[in-house]
């Protein structure tokens, strides 16, 4: 017992206080990707985003990154641009050895100061998406495992138009 209220208490010191949600991306954030680049949400405008808030403990998380890497060779040559957030929480050498283990395709950026979880007023639940338009305009928050055909669903209208 008591080491879950540490853990609890240090989850909540480490991520701190959650700014309130929007409705739309900022465009300065940048996500550190394990490779070492930065992608900007600016620099990512015009086309459809989709982030995933995820952590190498979480289960589902895992098991849905093999649908998640089809629907990404699939729908990324038509425009679709996919991050893979690990949480604040997960340790980046974990991240980075999972990404090469799973083969993820899609970059895998890492948060460690929690800077975008709180900005963006994202709890410390895996796996979260938040799927964004090519305006910048955040269009739908999923909590949990996004069966991939609902997935498919929500991102082909924002493929359209790219």
Same mark, same amino acid.
Request: one cysteine or more; hydrophobic letters at 40%.
């Given at each position: 017992m008591r080491y879950l209220l540490t853990s609890a208490l240090t989850l909540c010191l480490l991520v701190g206080p959650v700014h309130a949600a929007t409705d739309?991306?900022?465009?300065?954030?940048?996500?550190?990707?394990?490779?070492?680049?930065?992608?900007?949400t600016k620099a990512l405008r015009g086309q459809p985003l989709l982030i995933l808030f995820w952590a190498t403990t979480?289960?589902?998380?895992?098991?849905?990154?093999?649908?998640?890497?089809g629907l990404y060779r699939e729908l990324h040559p038509k425009g679709l641009e996919l991050i893979a957030l690990a949480m604040p929480?997960?340790?980046?050498n974990r991240v980075m050895v999972a990404h090469k283990v799973l083969k993820l395709p899609f970059p895998v950026a890492i948060? !460690?100061?929690?800077?975008? /979880?709180?900005? &963006?007023?994202?709890?410390?639940?895996?796996?979260?998406?938040?799927?964004?338009?090519?305006?910048?305009?955040?269009?739908?928050?999923?909590?949990?495992?996004?069966? !991939?055909?609902?997935?498919? /669903?929500?991102? &082909?209208p924002l493929l359209a138009g790219t």
């Open positions: 739309r991306l900022p465009d300065d954030l940048a996500f550190t990707i394990t490779d070492g680049r930065i992608l900007s979480c289960a589902p998380c895992v098991a849905e990154m093999p649908d998640l890497s929480y997960d340790p980046p948060d !460690i100061s929690a800077r975008i /979880v709180r900005r &963006l007023g994202v709890p410390p639940q895996t796996p979260q998406f938040l799927l964004v338009d090519g305006t910048g305009q955040i269009v739908a928050k999923h909590e949990g495992v996004w069966p !991939i055909d609902k997935l498919r /669903v929500a991102l &082909l």
